[in-house]
C-alpha cells in the first residue's frame, strides 16, 4: 500500500503543472479573516433577531452576502479570507446536535451547499477578493463524511463503496491508527471515516480538489482534522497546487504538531501549541505564565519546518471565544500583538473585533450582525497591526527573520523581530507599578517610535529600555524611527514629542508615552 502510495506521489510530482494560485510563500506575507459563511452578514431584509447560535440551525448568511460585504474585512486590512467549507452537507432532518449550518458535516463533496449559493456566487467572491488584491481560502474536510447512523446509504456520498470508508470503531486516542481509522462523532451523529490509504480514494481526492481550486480560483486551503494516514497529504496539497494548512487540534506535544509540516506532510498547520501557551500567558483570571509562551517560541524554532507559515489564532469555531475567557480587553490587546508581530501568518475569527463572548461550540459561532460591524477599539487595533504588518512584509529581512525573546519576566514579555520589538504584559488595565526592563541590541541614543501611540522612546544607556504599567498594561510596538519613511505611519518623519529637548532619556515608560500622546 506504501509502495503504491509513493508511486502515486512520485507520478503526481512529475507530471505536476504549476501552480496556478497562491504558494506556501506568497501566503507568509498574508493575514487572514476566518468566516463562518452562515454567521458573517445577512441578505438584504431578513430579520436580524431570529439568531440563536444555541439553536444550532442555519440564520442566513450566504457566499454573495460575505461578497457584498468585504469592505469591513479589507478596510481592517485583511489580504485574506478563509471561508467555511462549501461542499454539499447531510440534507435530513435536524438532528440533536442540530443543522450543518457550519458546513463541516459532508455529504457528496462534489456538490456545492446550496444553503449558501450558487456556483456562481461562489465565483462572484472569488472573482471580487482578487480584485481587490485578497486571496480565498476555503475549508475542506477529507477525513470524513456525516452520516445518521453507523451504516449509512453510502449512494449519498462523493465514494460510494464500503471498501473505501474503514469500518466503524470508536477512536482510542492513545493509539494513532485507531485515530487513523475509526469514526469521529458517535453513535448519534457518527462521521463515517474515509480510507485514505485506498488508492480510488487517493485518486478520487486528488481529482476533486484539483477541480475545486481550478473552477473557483481558490488560492489556500485550510484541512480541516489531520487523523488521516501522512502519506496522503503531501500527494493531495501537490493535487490542489496550493497552500495546505491543517488543523491538529491539541498542544501536546509539539512535536506530533510538528511532524505535519514539512516535504512529507503539509505546508502548514495552525499553531495550537502556541494558542494554549498564550491562553496560559494572557487570559485574566488564569496562570499568568509568560514562560510557557518564550518556551513555546523556542520549541517551535527547534522543531517545525517552517515557522513563519504557522497560523497564528487566539479564537476559532472550536475554543471559546478570547473574551470569554478573558474578559479585560487588554489581554486581548497584548496577546493579538503577539500574533501578528511575531513568527507566522496571523489569523483572526470574525466576531473577536467585536469582543464576542460566547463559551464552546456553539456559542462560540453567534452572528456578526448585532454588532453593527462597529469600528470598536479592538478593530482599529487590528487594523493598525494588519497595516503595521503589511508594511513589514514587504521588506523580507523582517518576514523571513525569526522572532526572538529578548525578556520574559512575571509581568510580561519582550520579543524582538527583524528590528521590532514587542513589548506584551498580562497585567491587565488596573495600573500597576510594576514595569518590564528590555535589553534592547539597539545603540544608546537610537530613536524607536511606538506605532501604536506614535510617540518617541529613545534607548538607553547600555540598549536598555524600560516599559512602566503605571497607566495600565498597554502593548508597546517599537521601531527604529529611520525604517518608518515610506509606511505611513505616524506622519513617516515624525516631529519630536514637544518637550523633547536633545538630550537623550534614559528610560522612558510606557507612563511617560501616553502622557505625551
Ligand atoms: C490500535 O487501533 C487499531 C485500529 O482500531 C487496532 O487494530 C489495534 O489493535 C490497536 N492497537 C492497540 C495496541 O490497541
Ligand atoms: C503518533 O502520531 C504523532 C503525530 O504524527 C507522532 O508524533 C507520534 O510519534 C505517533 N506515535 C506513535 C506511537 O507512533
Ligand atoms: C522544510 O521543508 C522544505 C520543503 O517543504 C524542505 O526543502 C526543507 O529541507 C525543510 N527544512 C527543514 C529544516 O526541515
Ligand atoms: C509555565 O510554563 C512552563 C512552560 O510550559 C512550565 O514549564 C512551567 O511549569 C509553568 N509554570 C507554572 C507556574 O505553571
Ligand atoms: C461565556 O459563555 C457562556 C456561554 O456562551 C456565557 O453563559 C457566559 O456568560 C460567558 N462568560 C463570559 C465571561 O462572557
Ligand atoms: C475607525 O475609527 C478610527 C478612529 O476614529 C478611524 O481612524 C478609522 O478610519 C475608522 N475606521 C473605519 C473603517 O471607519
Ligand atoms: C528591513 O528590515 C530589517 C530588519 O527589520 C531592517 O534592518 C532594515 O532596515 C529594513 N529595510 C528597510 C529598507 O526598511
Ligand atoms: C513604585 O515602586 C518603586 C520601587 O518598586 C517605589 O520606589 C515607588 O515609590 C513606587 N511608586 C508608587 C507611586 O507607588
Ligand atoms: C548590558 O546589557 C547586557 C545585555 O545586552 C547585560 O547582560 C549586561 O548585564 C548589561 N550591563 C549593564 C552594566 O547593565
Ligand atoms: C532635558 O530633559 C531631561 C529629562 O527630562 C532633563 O534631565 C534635562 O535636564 C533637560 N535638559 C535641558 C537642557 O533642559
Redesign the pocket.
Known amino acids: 500500500m506504501t509502495l503504491l502510495v509513493l508511486l502515486i506521489t512520485f507520478v503526481f510530482l512529475a507530471l505536476a503543472s504549476p501552480s496556478l494560485a497562491a504558494t506556501a510563500d506568497q501566503w507568509r506575507s498574508r493575514s487572514i479573516y476566518q468566516v463562518i459563511i452562515d454567521r458573517y452578514a445577512l441578505p438584504q431584509g431578513a430579520d436580524p433577531t431570529k439568531c440563536d447560535p444555541a439553536d444550532r440551525t442555519w440564520c442566513g448568511g450566504t457566499w454573495n452576502t460575505l461578497q457584498e460585504n468585504l469592505d469591513y474585512i479589507q478596510n481592517a486590512g485583511f489580504t485574506a479570507v478563509w471561508i467555511s467549507p462549501v461542499s454539499q452537507n447531510y440534507q435530513g432532518p435536524t438532528t440533536p446536535y442540530g443543522d450543518p449550518y457550519h458546513g463541516y458535516w459532508i455529504a457528496d463533496a462534489t456538490q456545492l451547499n446550496d444553503h449558501f449559493g450558487t456556483s456562481d456566487d461562489l465565483k462572484a467572491l472569488s472573482d471580487e477578493l482578487h480584485r481587490r488584491g485578497m486571496y480565498l481560502m476555503v475549508d475542506v474536510v477529507v477525513n470524513d463524511v456525516m452520516a445518521t447512523s453507523t451504516n449509512p446509504d453510502l449512494s449519498t456520498y462523493m465514494f460510494k463503496d464500503s471498501s473505501q470508508y474503514h469500518p466503524y470503531?470508536v477512536i482510542?486516542w492513545n493509539?494513532n491508527?485507531?485515530i487513523e481509522?475509526?469514526w469521529l462523532g458517535d453513535t448519534v451523529v457518527p462521521l463515517p471515516d474515509i480510507n485514505t490509504e485506498d488508492p480510488t480514494v487517493v485518486s478520487g481526492f486528488g481529482d476533486w480538489i484539483e477541480s475545486l481550486v481550478k473552477e473557483y480560483n481558490i488560492d489556500g486551503l485550510r484541512i480541516d482534522g489531520m487523523h488521516v494516514n501522512m502519506d496522503f497529504w503531501p500527494v493531495f496539497c501537490e493535487r490542489a497546487g496550493v497552500f495546505c494548512i491543517g488543523e491538529v487540534f491539541g498542544s501536546d506535544p509539539v512535536r506530533a504538531a510538528a511532524s505535519f509540516q514539512g516535504p512529507n506532510g503539509l505546508d502548514s498547520v495552525l499553531h495550537y501549541p502556541m494558542y494554549y501557551s498564550l491562553v496560559d500567558a494572557f487570559t485574566i483570571p488564569g496562570p499568568l505564565n509568560t514562560t510557557a509562551v518564550s518556551d513555546m517560541m523556542a520549541q517551535s524554532k527547534a522543531l517545525f519546518n517552517d515557522t513563519g507559515l504557522l497560523g497564528n489564532f487566539l479564537e476559532n469555531q472550536d475554543v471559546p471565544r478570547w473574551h470569554n475567557i478573558s474578559v479585560d480587553p487588554q489581554s486581548l490587546y497584548n496577546a493579538m500583538v503577539f500574533n501578528f508581530m511575531s513568527d507566522g501568518i496571523p489569523i483572526v475569527y470574525y466576531g473577536q473585533e467585536q469582543y464576542s463572548n460566547g463559551n464552546a461550540d456553539p456559542y462560540n459561532r453567534a452572528p456578526l450582525w448585532p454588532s453593527d460591524y462597529a469600528n470598536t477599539t479592538a478593530y482599529q487595533l487590528i487594523t493598525t497591526l494588519n497595516k503595521f504588518r503589511n508594511f513589514l512584509a514587504q521588506n523580507s529581512t523582517w518576514l523571513y527573520s525569526s522572532a526572538n525573546v529578548l525578556a520574559t519576566t512575571e509581568y510580561g514579555i519582550a520579543i524582538m523581530k527583524g528590528d521590532v520589538i514587542s513589548v506584551l504584559t498580562n497585567i491587565g488595565s488596573p495600573p500597576q507599578n510594576v514595569s518590564v526592563p528590555v535589553y534592547t541590541p539597539f545603540q544608546t541614543d537610537t530613536d524607536l517610535v511606538n506605532i501604536l501611540t506614535c510617540v518617541h522612546w529613545v534607548v538607553g544607556s547600555n540598549g536598555t529600555i524600560e516599559v512602566e504599567y503605571t497607566l495600565g498594561g498597554q502593548p508597546v510596538v517599537l521601531i527604529p524611527s529611520s525604517e518608518l519613511p515610506g509606511s505611513g505611519f505616524c506622519g513617516d518623519n515624525i516631529p519630536l514629542p514637544h518637550d523633547w529637548n536633545g538630550t537623550s532619556w534614559t528610560v522612558l515608560s510606557a507612563q511617560r508615552d501616553i502622557l505625551l500622546n
Open positions: 470503531c482510542g493509539n491508527t485507531s481509522r475509526c
